[in-house]
C-alpha cells in the first residue's frame, strides 16, 4: 500500500531550529511536497522537491533522499507564528495528478 | 485579487437536506480539486477535473456530484445530508509544469460544513 509518516507532534522554543521528519512507501515518486497549514485556514505551500539534495528557501529547507523514501522540513529562527500543522505530500506514478498526504506534524513554538 | 475562492465560508444545515458548493480560481490552472479535511486533519481527496474532464473520482458516496462548466470553476453538490458529512471542504487547483512536473497545488479558504 502507499504509506506516509510524521510525527504527530511536536514542541520547539522560539529563535530554535526544527527538524519535521516524513517518510513515504509510494508507488512511484514524482515529488515531494510540504505544506504549512494554520489552524482554521488553508493548506499553503511551502516547498517542493524531486531531486535528491535540499532546498533553501529563506528560514526554510527541505530535504529529500529517494533511495531512502525520506524528507525532513527544517525550520530555523522559529517564530510563534510558525506555530501550525506541517503536511508532507507526495505524488505518486501516474499522470492524474493525485497527492498522497500524511497526517500531518502539529509544531507549537513556544516563548 | 483571490487566486482560489470558495463560497460559502459557512454552511451550516439540517440531515436530508441537499447543498452546494462553489470553486472558481483566476489563476489559469487547468486542473482542480475537491478535498474533504475532517476533524482529524486528514486531507482526503474526492475529486479531481482536468480540463472539464473528471481525472480523479474517489471512493465518495454517490450523494456527491462534482459539476466543472469551464475550467476555472468546480462546484460540488451533496444530496440527502447526514452528519458524518460534516467537515472542511478545500478547493484546489494546480497547472501541469509538465517539464519540471511539479503542479503546485494552491488551495482556497475552505467551506466549513455542519449537518445537524
Known amino acids: 500500500g502507499q504509506n506516509i509518516d510524521q510525527p504527530t507532534e511536536m514542541t520547539a522554543t522560539e529563535g530554535a531550529i526544527v527538524q519535521i521528519n516524513c517518510t513515504y512507501q509510494?508507488?512511484?515518486?514524482?515529488?515531494l511536497f510540504w505544506y504549512q497549514q494554520h489552524a482554521g485556514e488553508a493548506p499553503t505551500f511551502l516547498s517542493y522537491?524531486?531531486l535528491d539534495g535540499l532546498e533553501e528557501k529563506g528560514r526554510f529547507s527541505s530535504f529529500l533522499s529517494r533511495s531512502k523514501g525520506y524528507s525532513y522540513l527544517l525550520l530555523k529562527e522559529l517564530q510563534m507564528k510558525d506555530s501550525a500543522s506541517y503536511l508532507c505530500?507526495?505524488?505518486?506514478?501516474?499522470?492524474?495528478?493525485?497527492?498522497?498526504w500524511g497526517l500531518g506534524t502539529s509544531l507549537a513554538v513556544n516563548p | 485579487d483571490t487566486a482560489v475562492s470558495q463560497t460559502p465560508k459557512y454552511l451550516v444545515t439540517q440531515m436530508g437536506n441537499d447543498k452546494s458548493i462553489k470553486c472558481e480560481q483566476n489563476?489559469?490552472?487547468?486542473?482542480m480539486y475537491w478535498y474533504k479535511q475532517d476533524s482529524k486533519k486528514f486531507l482526503k481527496i474526492m475529486f479531481s477535473?482536468?480540463?472539464?474532464?473528471?481525472?480523479i473520482n474517489e471512493t465518495v458516496p454517490n450523494r456527491f456530484s462534482p459539476k466543472s462548466p469551464d475550467k476555472a470553476h468546480l462546484n460540488l453538490h451533496i444530496n440527502s445530508l447526514e452528519l458524518g458529512d460534516s467537515a472542511v471542504y478545500f478547493c484546489?487547483?494546480?497547472?501541469?509544469?509538465?517539464?519540471?512536473?511539479?503542479?503546485?497545488?494552491?488551495f482556497g479558504p475552505g467551506t466549513r460544513l455542519l449537518v445537524l
Open positions: 484546489a487547483s494546480s497547472q501541469d509544469r509538465f517539464m519540471r512536473g511539479e503542479e503546485t497545488q494552491y
Open positions: 489563476l489559469g490552472h487547468d486542473t
Open positions: 477535473y482536468n480540463n472539464k474532464e473528471l481525472i
Open positions: 509510494t508507488s512511484g515518486f514524482n515529488g
Open positions: 522537491n524531486v
Open positions: 505530500a507526495v505524488k505518486g506514478a501516474g499522470n492524474n495528478r493525485k497527492l498522497i
